[in-house]
């Protein structure tokens, strides 16, 4: 084992920055690749296709952002119980149908909902189902520093 580690840093103390900028260069590609083929997954017209294409991401810890939900995904969401699927799936951009299942889960995890509940890049009834679970969380924890950052930040909007 020794002696393979040796070989390896040998290779790469011989890398000149010419070489390091291409195989960085090269690694960048295959990623923003990587990208475009996750895109065309979530995009998919099929629910298995996209169903991939969330399961890539999630491995990835890539941002999900699904446009055309069925009612599987949508289903899916809804009965979701892992935080970082709801998380990695509340982006702005994000269908509005899906943000307002994130919104009412109660697996998504408080500072998504926060965030929701608070910033305006976020659909209108997504915001405001945010806010309704952020003041039941606030009513059952008072202290949690979450809460005591809202001040005005926070109210139902039109």
Request: hydrophobic share 35%.
């Amino acid at each position: 084992r020794e002696t393979r580690t040796l070989r390896v840093e040998k290779i790469f103390m011989k890398l000149t920055n010419k070489q390091l900028k291409q195989i960085i260069k090269e690694e960048l590609q295959e990623m923003m690749g990587m990208d475009n083929s996750l895109s065309k997954l979530l995009d998919s017209e099929d629910e298995y296709m996209i169903m991939q294409g969330i399961e890539l991401a999630l491995t990835l810890n890539k941002p999900i952002v699904v446009n055309n939900p069925s009612r599987m995904i949508l289903d899916y969401v809804k009965n979701s119980t892992d935080s970082d699927l709801l998380t990695l799936m509340a982006q702005p951009t994000t269908h509005k149908r899906i943000l307002f299942r994130i919104a009412q889960n109660q697996n998504t995890p408080i500072e998504v909902i926060r965030d929701i509940a608070t910033n305006h890049a976020y659909n209108v009834r997504a915001a405001n189902l945010a806010t309704k679970s952020l003041n039941i969380y606030c009513a059952q924890y008072p202290d949690d520093e979450i809460c005591g950052d809202l001040d005005g930040d926070m109210g139902y909007r039109n």
